[in-house]
């Protein structure tokens, strides 16, 4: 049977085309910082994101970590949406392996952390009940809130006052190209005010494996003991790192049609009845639903039927569900998906 897999951009497979770069990659051992294939791919990020340096890493959430662990110390504070990915989905690695207290802030429906809150957040510096405040993470695009885009006004805004009071701004872009075509701007101009980003190889761009986490080079520097550390050293990770250079060089411009089959995907599921849009999505690639609760169907039943129609999604809460589209969801699936929903929703 064939499935269409709308639980994530994660699942893409690589293209023909990263297959063919994988094959040919010229490597190196990258410890030794010899792997040209990885170097090469770390300065067409760094400049794609004009930031100084960038590093290669394992994930985005070896990214992530590795920026937090760079700028904080045990018992420092960062500060960061409760809706982030950071805070929500990466194991408390900052807190388990770094000794850094996480101090949540509410994220508003648009994804962005209130201005009003932020300075609330911060710890009165040279008291020594407090943990030092050093670092603030927001998220572009927002996941848990709807896969919003984050406005460069914002972020500068958010990076204005992180650095009147010497925090780091980091930006956990995993799908920061998805939010720079939604705005219609480069994903440089999207993150100048910011220190650093992470950005995802291996979701909407569909390399296999892989993230990277850009900077100034003291900071990437730092990050790459802490990969070594973390065990994310890849040696001949030029194999992986020619399918993200495909990734960077073919596979941005095409996010926007990922954004019009969310659009497609919201129109057709919202015809279904029982089925209501949230979280204001669509705005980029995913479209998050509830499913009207009087039908008694718990979420693992849905999912369930709705695997048996050949469609997968995912839940985020009691009646509420994610689809997010990506390269191997084409017309059809979207079709598909909307037909299965309205299938089991007449069924049960
Ligand atoms: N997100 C995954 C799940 O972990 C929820 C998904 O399916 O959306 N930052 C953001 C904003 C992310 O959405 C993700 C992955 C990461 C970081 C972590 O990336 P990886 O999976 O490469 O560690």
């Known amino acids: 049977m064939r499935y269409y897999d709308f639980r994530s951009d994660t699942v893409t497979r690589p293209t023909a085309e990263m297959r063919e770069a994988m094959y040919r990659a010229e490597v190196g051992d990258d410890v030794y910082g010899e792997d040209p294939t990885v170097n090469k791919l770390e300065n067409l990020a ?11 890493v394992t994930s985005g959430t070896m990214g992530n970590l590795a920026a937090v662990l760079a700028v904080c110390g045990r018992g420092d504070e960062a500060i960061m949406g409760t809706q982030g990915h950071t805070m929500l989905h990466e194991a408390g690695g900052v807190s388990a392996l770094g000794g850094v207290v996480i101090h949540t802030v509410p994220n508003l429906d648009d994804g962005t952390l209130d201005m009003e809150d932020l300075p609330k957040a911060l710890r009165t510096p040279g008291d020594v009940h407090e943990p030092i405040s050093r670092m603030l993470i927001i998220e572009n695009t927002q ?8 406005s460069a006004e914002y972020t500068e805004k958010a990076a204005e006052f992180a650095h009147m009071n010497g925090l780091w701004l980091h930006v956990d872009g995993a799908r920061i190209f998805n939010a720079a075509t939604a705005l219609g701007m480069s994903a440089s101009s999207l993150v100048r005010s910011a220190d650093s980003i992470t950005f995802c190889l291996s979701k909407g761009l569909c390399a296999p494996v892989g993230s990277v986490l850009c900077g100034p080079k003291p900071f990437i520097h730092k990050a790459r003991r802490l990969r070594k550390m973390l065990g994310g050293g890849m040696r001949q990770a030029g194999v992986l790192a020619a ?22 995907l919201a129109e057709g599921l919202s015809s279904i009845p029982g089925v209501e849009l949230i979280k204001h999505s669509p705005t980029t690639n995913m479209v998050f639903i509830r499913v009207a609760s009087e039908r008694k169907l718990s979420n693992e039943a849905f999912i369930a039927h709705l695997k048996s129609q050949g469609v997968l999604i995912n839940d985020t809460a009691p009646c509420e569900f994610r689809l997010v589209t990506h390269h ?21």
């Open 46 to 56: 760094a400049q794609m994101l004009g930031k100084e340096a960038a590093i290669f």
């Open 143 to 150: 996941n848990a809130c709807g896969g919003i885009p984050i």
């Open 243 to 264: 399918a993200g250079i495909v990734a960077l060089e073919s596979m941005v411009d095409r996010l926007a049609e990922d954004h019009q089959r969310a659009k497609a």
């Open 328 to 348: 191997d969801i084409d017309d059809e699936a979207v079709a598909q998906c909307v037909q299965a929903m309205r299938t089991v929703l007449q069924q049960n």
